[in-house]
Nanobody
Framework: QVQLVESGGGLVQAGRSLKLSCSAS????????MGWFRQTPGKEREWLAA???????YYADSMEARFTISKDNAKISAYLQMNSLKPEDTAVYYC???????????????????WGQGTQVTVSS
């Protein structure tokens, strides 16, 4: 089994930055992809960004200007740097992982095998 743990969420004022972290443990493998999603009550989980097994990065159209995804293969971790936060960025943020060499889309929730528990990000105006 694999466990994903997110950290770095919290309360922040509009215009500020936060960096979320996601660390995997358990039966992990060297090659992996990770993605970040967010969800607000009553809405579907929204894909934000992903990094694949070779380090290629992908972003939702509306996120690329403010969000940056990265990974640290040695730590089996991924990060989401979020800048210029807005109140509408308030949500629970989830990381997700898929291990092995995977060349399919990383935009769907069904593309991932494992999920973190989520971390709350609240942006005040």
């Amino acid at each position: 089994q694999v466990q994903l743990v997110e950290s770095g969420g919290g309360l922040v004022q509009a215009g500020r930055s936060l960096k979320l972290s996601c660390s995997a443990s358990g039966r992990t493998y060297r090659n992996y992809a990770m993605g970040w999603f967010r969800q607000t009550p009553g809405k579907e989980r929204e894909w934000l960004a992903a990094v694949n097994w070779i380090g290629s990065k992908y972003y939702a159209d509306s996120m690329e200007a403010r969000f940056t995804i990265s990974k640290d293969n040695a730590k089996i971790s991924a990060y989401l740097q979020m800048n210029s936060l807005k109140p509408e960025d308030t949500a629970v943020y989830y990381c997700a992982a898929r291990f092995g060499i995977y060349t399919g889309t990383l935009k769907r929730t069904t593309s991932y095998e494992y999920w973190g528990q989520g971390t709350q990000v609240t942006v005040s105006s």
